[in-house]
């Protein structure tokens, strides 16, 4: 298969999926290395394809908009030590958590795609921040930070940011 028809059929693979795909799968459906998927995708992002990189895999950015339904932005302030707390919360009361932003010294606004809406989802990316040796985005600023949510109602963002808040979390 040349590259061109991969890279057109990794697009529609990622377009029929509705959820994100792991390099490591495409690659072993494509018969190539994760190193050309990668690769692939770079060439595809740069044809104008929004391809997002999350750490659950890849996905087609309006594959959101298929199942958005209501965003809100939420402030938060902690440190290492409740990390994982404040993501629990926010998916144990029915949020999805899009990405976390920070507004860096020098770059300016930075944001870390994450796709969490599970604790499952949410102990596999705390073990690979663990184990990559690298520090969350937010030790930048002092722990603070913004989340991108999704959330089914008003009410279920309320009940959210009423349990942050009530664990010290809620950046205000």
């Not at 999926?17 to 018969?31: C, E, I, N, S």
């Not at 902690?78 to 020098?106: F, Q, S, T």
Request: one cysteine or more.
């Amino acid at each position: 298969m040349e590259a061109r028809e991969r890279r057109e059929q990794l697009m529609e693979k990622l377009k029929a999926a509705g959820a994100p795909v792991t390099g490591a799968a495409l690659a072993q459906t494509f018969g190539v290395s994760r190193q050309v998927v990668v690769g692939d995708v770079a060439i595809l992002r740069a044809a104008g394809v929004d391809i997002l990189a999350t750490p659950q895999g890849y996905l087609i950015a309006s594959q959101l908009l298929k199942t958005q339904t209501r965003t809100a932005t939420v402030a938060c302030q902690h440190g290492w030590d409740k990390l994982a707390e404040e993501l629990y919360v926010i998916v144990d009361n029915g949020g999805k958590i899009r990405d976390v932003i920070v507004e860096h010294p020098v770059y300016g606004e930075l944001r870390g795609t994450l796709m969490l809406c599970s604790r499952r989802e949410i102990e596999e990316f705390m073990d690979k921040l663990r184990n990559s040796g690298a520090a969350p985005l937010s030790s930048v600023t002092g722990g603070v930070h913004l989340h991108t949510i999704e959330v089914p109602s008003l009410a279920v963002l309320q009940r959210i940011e009423a349990e942050l808040d009530n664990r010290g979390i809620l950046f205000k």
